[in-house]
């Protein structure tokens, strides 16, 4: 565990005490006649406030724009919302490492958790190489938690999510906010379907900063050859070893483009393709929405621009 990864979880669990504490001592869930409910991602928060809204409810969002699911470090004020909650709607699998404990806290208060990557028929993580297998030690564990890469999940995880606001607050019109909300979202796999057409088959590689690109791979038939950063998370290192590795890779399969996770660009990334040459190193929206304005500020329109951003790239 690195110095900084260490002090993250230091601190989370620290003040996940104090907010226990200070929960246990009110006894109440907060949200007065309507149900309190929080999503962790700003992914998630977006997809549970449209269900949610069709049934008049507020959705809190933990996470804020911009913010990396993997680092994310919660202050006291987020942790209290999320413990004191009636549904928190939380991706799983490990990728939000950091709030493990307010989770648990949240559960042991009554409210109900839903995690939604377990139950979207999960793979095995990709690791370096591309390939998939056990995970190592950067691993968030065997299963890979990117789940929100494949539109179509998203759709299945807005139905669980209306499925389970129907049945916290006793609303059964919220199951049907939840598939009216899913088959947007399968409009819009279709769209993002039709972007990448334009990508031909020899051309659909993808070298990314880390192995968030699993579902997409396999949903929008990609093949991953390798990442920067071995393992699920943004928080690892690679050895110079594998970095080599990586190079040889990229000249090889004649690559064009290293597709990096805005919110979190490492500089490991931008050396590599220095080191290569004749590639092209592309941002896309991975772990969390953009702000007003990048064209990202919603799942949807995140995921089209992010498949427009690929086609751009792999299809000159």
Avoid at 39 to 56: I, K, N, P
Avoid at 85 to 104: I, M, P, Q, R
Avoid at 233 to 256: F, H, K, N, W, Y
Wanted: charged share 20%; net charge negative; glycine share 10%.
């Amino acid at each position: 565990m690195s110095g900084r990864t260490g002090r993250r979880r230091q601190t989370a669990v620290a003040a996940t005490a104090l907010v226990v504490a200070l929960a246990g001592c009110s006894g109440q869930a907060v949200g007065g006649d309507g149900a309190s409910v929080v999503a962790t991602t700003t992914v998630l928060g977006d997809v549970a406030r449209r269900v949610a809204d069709c049934g008049g409810l507020d959705v809190t969002t933990l996470m804020p724009i911009g913010a990396d699911p993997h680092g994310y470090a919660p202050s006291a004020a987020e942790l209290s919302t999320l413990v004191r909650a009636d549904l928190v709607v939380a991706n799983g699998l490990g990728l939000e490492e950091s709030l493990a404990s307010a989770l648990d806290s949240a559960r042991q208060d009554g409210a109900t958790v839903l995690e939604v990557a377990p139950l979207l028929d999960p793979i095995p993580m990709v690791d370096a190489h591309g390939d998939t297998g056990e995970a190592d030690a950067h691993d968030h564990g065997a299963l890979d938690p990117h789940v929100w890469l494949d539109v179509a999940r998203m759709a299945e995880a807005a139905r669980l999510i209306g499925a389970e606001l129907a049945a916290v607050t006793g609303d059964d019109a919220l199951v049907a906010c939840g598939d009216r909300v899913a088959d947007d979202l399968l409009a819009t796999d279709a769209e993002v379907r039709e972007i990448l057409a334009a990508v031909p088959p020899e051309s659909r590689l993808l070298i990314t900063d880390h192995a968030a690109f699993g579902y997409f791979a396999r949903t929008y038939d990609f093949e991953v050859l390798g990442v920067v950063v071995p393992g699920g998370s943004t928080l690892a290192e690679p050895s110079s070893a594998e970095l080599a590795g990586l190079a040889q890779i990229i000249r090889d399969t004649g690559v064009r483009a290293i597709f990096a996770n805005k919110a979190d660009t490492t500089a490991l990334v931008d050396a590599l393709a220095a080191e290569v040459g004749q590639v092209e190193v592309v941002e896309l929206y991975v772990g969390t929405l953009g702000p007003e304005g990048s064209g990202a500020e919603d799942y949807a329109t995140m995921m089209l621009t992010n498949a427009r951003l690929i086609a751009a790239a792999l299809s000159e």
